[in-house]
């Protein structure tokens, strides 16, 4: 057989049919539902009299808009004072009964974002193709999973066929070799891969994120990578599977046991790209050159290492001058100055990107002793699972992060898109480890910048961007 | 879901790249649990004065006079021009409900978001690919050309304007085809119910952890 990359074995493995057409049908693994994209669905099912092709193919958890303050939280979906938001609460947790779908309710111990419970529970395991309608899916693919994101009317598909009708993508090799310098981390890499590609480098194409620097990253650090693949516009970012992917999943609830776990070790062994296999576009990056990472304006693209200046809209073509002028507008900012000169009026720690416990302890690291600065309103901490946030607890990170003047929160996405009460009021500048910096992402007029947690945590102490490598 | 019938329709201008999705539909609205509403909250953002919340009274609402498709000469606009890499960000299939429902039937750009672009045929949206030159000159006649029209053929693959112009462009045939019938996915992939059962039993053979029970959740 010809050599195939890691996506063509993916791909071919969950084929069930090629279409006339070249598109194919692709059978799915594992679906993951949360509160947002799924109601609509579920009505297209009891409307059609459909159910269900196999319920425990699927998973569910509220996590956009619950919210993360303990007061609300207390009392469970009833609790959520925003009456839309408890109605798409409710809804999931009705829907979820009557198809007899599993699911980590709000209060479950299990609850959190779904792209970190997931992996973390081991519904998500490497090999498998999973889509959930979101588009930072793309996050499990760290596990050598085919994951991406899907719109609601294939939420639907999904739940009724098992299957989606997909065509293929090309595919691409993204390689970093060398070694991050000490405070660089997996979220400063992918920026800094954004930079660039920019944000449609990516479109038509699975990301494959290969070479030493992605080898010696943790899972974590390659979910972080992975996550962020969406921002570079390919719906797939993957690392292969090697003896890093095997020790994280051995000990997931959910991974297989005794006889099955050795003939799925086999299985998972075979899933890297060939060596000669053929990848319709390559790009290489050192990871001796990347710098701590910012972004400055509103699209993920827009980013600086942080002793860079900001740009002169004049230096560029027509098009991203007029992005970039908006953007200086939207942002409050000005071409030449510097990077460490923008003022931090909040500051976000969460997000399926960087809410991950390696996340938090690098934050911690940074932290430690030290207070948040006088000039920042409001500086968050929210776990991306119950999971995480009781390891952290273990090892007292709550302990750093509220005596520095942090506030502790309880898991969901929170800030990250502001679809609950944690959100920026308009005219702030944000330190955020999420992953998009769109207008008004954050809270309407709200100036997000993109950030590590390390550097992010330096933020908050300086009341400024700063190098986290001097700090 | 309708048909997508050939037609001719007033062309509004977007020249911005990267539109994304929370700028399409902003999340407030997502929370709604229904397909239909989000019409008078497109472009929320740019097109009011105010914050928008869901279950408002639009009537009220102050509009952004500077925002295009607040100008009187593009109401009724069901063509939309814009830049590259149009409905990038996040998956919402809320984005193309909500251009489908303000009356947009056809979108053109350079390029588009990939998850975007799946979403609008679901939803008999079609978005059109045109070269970066030809989108450059339709957005300036756009602005230009009052009462500027197009007319796209599904059927013929072309964009024509009133002085004979055209410009073919290209779609894949599955989605041409189910446009053009209003015909139903999930019908249609039901249809290899066998074929799925007999992939899923050589799947469970194959890999049998995937099919693993999870009721002890
Ligand atoms: S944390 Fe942010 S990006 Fe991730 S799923 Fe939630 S809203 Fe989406």
């Not at chain 1, 990578?225 to 959910?254: F, K």
């Not at chain 1, 972004?295 to 001058?321: K, N, Y």
């Not at chain 1, 931090?344 to 600065?373: H, K, P, Q």
Request: proline share 5%; glycine share 8%.
């Amino acid at each position: 057989m010809a050599a195939q990359t890691l996506y063509d074995k993916l791909w071919q493995d969950h084929l069930v049919e090629e279409r006339d057409d070249g598109s194919a049908l692709i059978y799915v693994d594992r679906q993951l539902l949360h509160e947002v994209t799924s109601p609509q669905a579920f009505e297209g099912l009891k409307l059609a009299g459909r159910q269900p092709w196999r319920r425990e193919a699927n998973v569910a958890t509220p996590d956009h808009n619950v919210p993360t303050d303990s007061e609300q939280r207390q009392h469970g979906v009833a609790g959520i004072i925003d009456a839309t938001s408890r109605l798409q609460v409710q809804t999931l947790d009705e829907n979820c009964r009557e198809f007899s779908i599993p699911e980590f309710s709000i209060n479950d111990a299990r609850q959190g974002i779904v792209h970190v419970i997931g992996p973390e529970q081991g519904l998500t395991l490497p090999g498998m193709t999973v889509v959930c309608g979101d588009s930072h899916t793309a996050t499990i693919g760290a596990l050598a999973c085919l994951a991406h994101g899907i719109g609601t009317s294939e939420v639907e598909h999904v739940l009724a066929t098992q299957c989606l009708i997909q065509k293929k993508s090309r595919n691409m090799q993204v390689r970093v070799e060398g070694q991050l310098g000490p405070g660089v981390s997996a979220k400063d890499m992918i920026l800094a891969i954004i930079a660039h590609l920019g944000t449609a480098g990516g479109t038509g194409y699975a990301i494959e994120f290969a070479g030493s620097a992605v080898q010696a990253l943790s899972m974590e650090g390659r979910m972080t990578l992975c996550n962020m693949a969406i921002e570079a516009g390919a719906r797939v970012g993957m690392v292969a599977v090697d003896d890093t992917t095997l020790e994280y999943v051995r000990t997931r609830p959910y991974a297989p046991q005794g006889a099955q776990w050795e003939a799925a070790v086999a299985y998972w062994r075979t899933l890297h790209s060939d060596e000669d296999a053929h990848f319709d576009a390559v790009v290489r990056l050192d990871a001796q050159s990347i710098a701590p990472q910012v972004s400055w304006g509103t699209s993920p693209e827009m980013v600086l290492p942080i002793h860079a200046t900001l740009p002169d809209p004049a230096q560029t073509d027509a098009v991203r001058a007029a992005a970039w002028r908006r953007a200086y507008e939207y942002m409050g900012l000005r071409p030449g100055m510097k990077v460490s000169d923008i003022p931090v009026d909040r500051v976000f720690i969460g997000s399926c990107t960087n809410s991950r416990i390696e996340d938090l302890r690098a934050a911690a690291a940074v932290i430690r002793g030290r207070r948040v600065a006088a000039s920042v309103k409001q500086a968050l901490v929210v776990p991306g699972s119950g999971q995480v946030k009781r390891q952290a607890e273990a090892e007292g990170l709550d302990a750093i992060f509220t005596a520095a003047g942090f506030e502790w929160r309880l898991p969901g996405c929170s800030m990250c898109l502001a679809m609950n009460a944690d959100r920026l009021g308009a005219g702030e500048h944000c330190a955020s480890t999420s992953n998009r910096n769109f207008e008004g992402r954050q809270g309407q007029g709200g100036r997000t910048h993109l950030v590590s947690p390390a550097m992010a945590a330096a933020a908050a102490l300086a009341g400024h961007f700063v190098d986290v490598r001097e700090f | 879901m309708q048909k997508f019938i050939t037609f001719r329709g007033l062309v509004a201008p977007l020249d911005r790249v990267n539109v994304d999705t929370d700028q399409i539909i902003p999340k407030q609205f997502l929370k709604s649990i229904f397909r239909t509403g989000y019409g008078v909250h497109l472009f929320d953002e740019w097109r009011y004065l105010d914050e928008g919340y869901p279950g408002q009274d639009v009537s009220r609402r102050s509009l952004n006079p500077d925002f295009v498709l607040n100008q009187p000469r593009y109401q009724g606009a069901s063509i939309l021009i814009s830049r590259d890499n149009f409905g990038c960000g996040s998956s919402r299939e809320h984005a193309p409900w909500a251009l489908q429902e303000y009356g947009f039937k056809v979108i053109m750009a350079p390029s588009f978001a990939d998850i975007f672009y799946n979403n609008c045929f679901k939803n008999g949206l079609l978005p059109i690919i045109l070269p970066a030159e030809v989108i450059a000159s339709l957005l300036v006649q756009a602005v230009q050309t009052p009462d500027y029209h197009l007319e796209v053929d599904l059927q013929a693959q072309c964009v024509r304007d009133d002085r004979g112009q055209s410009w073919s462009f290209e779609v894949d045939d599955f989605r041409r085809h189910c446009l053009l019938q209003g015909l139903d996915d999930i019908g249609l992939t039901l249809q290899r119910a066998e074929a799925i059962r007999s992939f899923e039993s050589r799947h469970r053979q194959r890999a049998p952890w995937v099919f693993n029970a999870i009721d002890r959740l």
